[in-house]
């Protein structure tokens, strides 16, 4: 009898356990998903513009984080845009002005710092969409990134080297200057950067067109400049490297070509040397994103069209799994 009892006992503590186990398994999930969320809209983007005294934009300023290196410049009509995070400082610096420090808030703000007539407007990353991306003067990469992609998760032995940013990122250049994707555009987002390829022509297998109409989609231009076509009928894609320790899901925002296509051909030509030296940390990963694009006939716009393949089926044809396996 007492030993009946025992084993019941011991069931009773068994099935206690398990219980407290799954209550806590759940309640340290719900934890990190809140601390991912909060960690990522953390992050805004500042959208600014500067002009003289009388209302004249002015390209050419500076614009910088307080204490980093990162930063950017206006447009020819005075515009900028950076990414910032809660407590960042922005220096403000032009040729003839005294530096200005610009303290940053949570609302739209007009100054005036030292002679430069400043507008500042914010908004959160997680709600940029296609159409501001198409419509901003400069480089913006909305994070999360714009739906209607296929990605793949790189196997963090390919970066078992690295310690930093910078050396994860010239692992990637290696890859893609082998396969021929010699122009780049990178982009700030939360904790990494975002590394795009021009889009390209390929085949229907996924294989790329090793001729001169390959990148020829973003030579041939539209008599008002302002629109691109396809030389030819077909398949069209674009990588995007997204490196960072955020997790992330689409967007919400729908993508589409001009987006797409403004992305591929604007950003800085090299990583800032701030995001270069950061440590990669264990829960750094690379994710790449593929958008695939359709033309329906010869000198016609592009569309984004649902992936035909699977990131990791492009990465195969493209030869660049197998330029990053390469050690």
């Known amino acids: 009898m007492n030993k009946e009892l025992g084993c019941q006992m011991n069931k009773v503590v068994l099935i206690k356990s398990i ?8 309640v ?9 969320s909060y960690q990522v809209s953390d992050f805004n983007v500042v959208v600014g513009k500067i002009t003289d005294d009388e209302g004249n934009p002015l390209p050419g300023v500076t614009i910088r984080i307080k204490g980093k290196t990162i930063g950017t410049v206006t447009d020819g009509g005075g515009n900028f845009v950076i990414y910032v995070k809660k407590g960042d400082e922005l220096i403000v610096s032009f040729i003839g002005y005294s530096a200005s420090e610009i303290p940053l808030k949570d609302q739209p703000a007009s100054l005036n710092a030292n002679g430069l007539k400043i507008t500042l407007n914010y908004k959160n990353i997680l709600h940029v969409s296609g159409e501001e991306v198409r419509e901003s003067p400069i480089n913006v990469f909305p994070f999360p ?3 209607g992609y296929t990605l793949a998760v790189l196997d963090n032995e390919i970066f078992d080297k690295t310690e930093t940013l910078g050396q994860m990122d010239k692992v990637l250049i290696r890859a893609l200057t ?13 904790d990494g950067f975002a590394l795009v390829t021009r889009i390209e022509s390929i085949t229907d297998d996924g294989s790329s067109i090793f001729n001169s109409e390959r990148f020829a989609i973003n030579e041939l231009k539209s008599p008002t400049f302002s629109d691109f076509f396809a030389p030819r009928s077909g398949l069209f894609r674009m990588f995007a490297f997204i490196v960072t320790n955020k997790p992330f899901n689409p967007s919400l925002k729908d993508a589409d070509f001009e987006a797409l296509k403004k992305l591929s051909r604007v950003g800085y030509n090299i990583l800032p040397s701030d995001l270069a030296n950061k440590k990669k940390g264990k829960d750094y990963f690379c994710t790449v994103l593929v ?15 649902s992936a035909h393949l699977t990131a990791y089926e492009h990465l195969q044809r493209s030869k660049l799994l197998l330029k990053l396996n390469s050690k």
Not at 28 to 36: D, F, L, S, T
Not at 178 to 190: M, W
């Open 28 to 36: 340290y999930n719900i934890k990190v998903r809140a601390q991912n």
């Open 178 to 190: 082998s396969g021929g994707y010699d122009e780049r555009s990178y982009f700030i987002i939360p």
């Open 19 to 26: 219980l407290l186990s799954v209550f806590i398994l759940c």
């Open 145 to 147: 990134p714009l739906s």
């Open 291 to 305: 958008y695939e694009f359709v033309s329906t006939k010869p000198n016609s716009k592009l569309t984004v069209q």
